[in-house]
């Protein structure tokens, strides 16, 4: 009987004429990506989401489907340490992904020894000849009992929520947007980037000298751009401020100006942003792993929130969300543990904050908490610990206790799990979009779509869907 932990393989003493192996394979898209990598072969045909793949189906490579037969080769009959001299093929049928393929190999001869002849076949689950040929390959000669491994999981990121975000947010009108001192390459280049895009009308306010300094090295035209000069920095951030509550501008967009001194403008008691609920900021991650986008707050503004900050902290998280398509966000509250103990306070707040949403005081989401990282994102996590919610494993909103715990899983997920990163406050009388000064264009570009989503949402009470079509993320 076959160690379903082991392979045996099949010596060339042993091996019968006659003897046949098989498996079944379907074809994946993550196959498709995989084998462009391995191989460096990027034709569109055979890559989904290409103009030329569009126009049909992708096809899948035909040395993809040769590389299943030495699967078998090499895995069953004759199993390990099975080397080929040559292989022949014709191939009859084109794959594509969704097919679920027959592999057969079978032993046609056995020549001097080491040396075997297989007979090689490809086919449709009905029967429909994909592919057949024969393989010479070099059997054993000695037993080999090897165990099964379990491969490293590999992150294929093939769907890109930021760039159907962008996409959406460009057919509304750009954002009148004052960037606060765009004087270095990054910050003007995601600027010019945006306005580029439709999704900003930026008037550039800052040391004039720098920005233009900025934009010769860029190779960059700014000439049709409006630039208010002003060398000091908490003096640009105050006149972005005035700026908006006088109307002439809609949005704010940090540039190289630190983040204390663009915030401590916005939140200002008198002549500041604020309105009767609390600031905070929401990172927006493309995380490769996951089906939609992943909401994190706070982790840019406030320090040590107490549990009526969390209210706002949570209120914000949601009404962004429902800005990018999400029809009821599923908010997990998180802490150390998903049960409540009076010795870690989080866990507390998490369970306030539930109960608060249950009863209405919260609205828009389905809330939560306490539950561990673990927990809120993997469904087998939270059903392993025997939580029965409808947000547990399937929170696409995360809350965390303080603002140290959500930047390191924020910057985790962006430096380990390479999520792509975009952010927004929230809660002012204008978004902000509160980039990091080594943000990447993209990020800045993703951060203006948030802006112009969430701009539209808060005027209109619901979320864009642009041309009738449906939300983003389909719960």
């Known amino acids: 009987m076959q160690n379903p932990t082991t392979i045996r393989n099949t010596t060339w003493a ?19 990506y ?9 034709n569109p045909l055979m890559l989904p989401g290409t103009d030329a793949a569009a126009a049909t189906e992708p096809v899948a490579p035909s040395i993809w489907l040769a590389s299943l037969i030495s699967a078998v080769l090499g895995n069953i009959l004759p199993g390990p340490g099975t080397l080929y001299r040559a292989h022949t093929l014709q191939f009859h049928r084109r794959v594509h992904v969704g097919d679920t393929l027959r592999v057969t190999v079978t032993c046609l001869e056995k020549g001097a020894e080491p040396l075997a ?46 760039a159907a975000l962008i996409d959406l947010a460009a057919q509304l009108p750009p954002l009148a947007t ?70 002439e501008a809609a949005a704010i967009m940090k540039g190289a100006i630190h983040s204390d001194e663009l915030l401590a403008a916005v939140v200002r008691k008198d002549g500041g942003l604020r309105t009767a609920g609390r600031i905070s900021h929401v990172f927006v991650l493309d995380v490769p792993t996951m089906d939609s986008l992943l909401f994190i707050s706070d982790a840019a503004i406030n320090i040590a929130p107490d549990l009526m900050t969390k209210v706002d902290i949570v ?65 087998e996590a939270a059903r392993t610990k025997g939580i029965a919610s409808l947000v547990a494993g399937r929170a696409n909103v995360l809350i965390v206790p303080n603002l140290e715990a959500g930047n390191m899983l924020a910057k985790e997920l962006i430096f380990v799990a390479r999520a792509e990163a975009a952010g927004l406050v929230i809660g002012a009388r204008v978004p902000v979009m509160l980039t990091s000064r080594a943000d990447n264009d993209r990020a800045r570009l993703a951060s203006c779509a948030l802006a112009l989503l969430y701009d539209h949402w808060h005027r209109e009470g619901r979320a864009f869907k642009g041309n009738a079509e449906p939300a983003l993320a389909a719960e």
Do not use: W
């Not at 054993?140 to 491969?151: C, D, G, S």
């Open 34 to 42: 995989l084998f462009a990598h391995v191989s460096g072969n990027l």
């Open 117 to 162: 002849l297989f007979g090689t076949r490809i086919e449709h689950l009905d029967g429909h000849l994909v592919c057949e040929g024969t393989a010479e390959v070099e059997v054993p000669l000695t037993t080999i009992v090897a165990e099964r491994r379990e491969m490293p999981t590999l992150i294929i990121d093939h769907k890109d929520h930021f």
């Open 178 to 247: 004052v960037v606060v001192c765009p004087e270095d390459q990054n910050s003007l280049g995601g600027a010019i980037l945006s306005a580029r895009e439709g999704l900003i009308r930026p008037v550039l306010l800052g040391d004039a000298e720098r920005i233009n300094t900025a934009a010769e090295a860029l190779g960059a035209d700014i000439s049709k751009m409006t630039i208010i000069p002003e060398r000091s920095h908490r003096a640009a951030a105050a006149r972005a401020v005035a700026m908006v509550l006088s109307g």
């Open 315 to 379: 209120q914000n998280a949601i009404d962004l969300a429902r800005a990018c398509g999400l029809e009821q966000p599923k908010v997990g509250i998180l802490s150390a543990v998903e049960t409540i103990n009076p010795n870690i306070p989080s866990t507390l707040d998490a369970a306030v904050l539930a109960k608060m949403a249950e009863r209405g005081q919260i609205r828009g989401g389905l809330v939560d908490g306490p539950l561990a990282m673990d927990n809120a994102i993997d469904l």
């Open 14 to 32: 042993d091996l019968k004429v006659g003897a046949s192996a098989e498996i079944l394979r379907s074809c994946s898209v993550e196959d498709l």
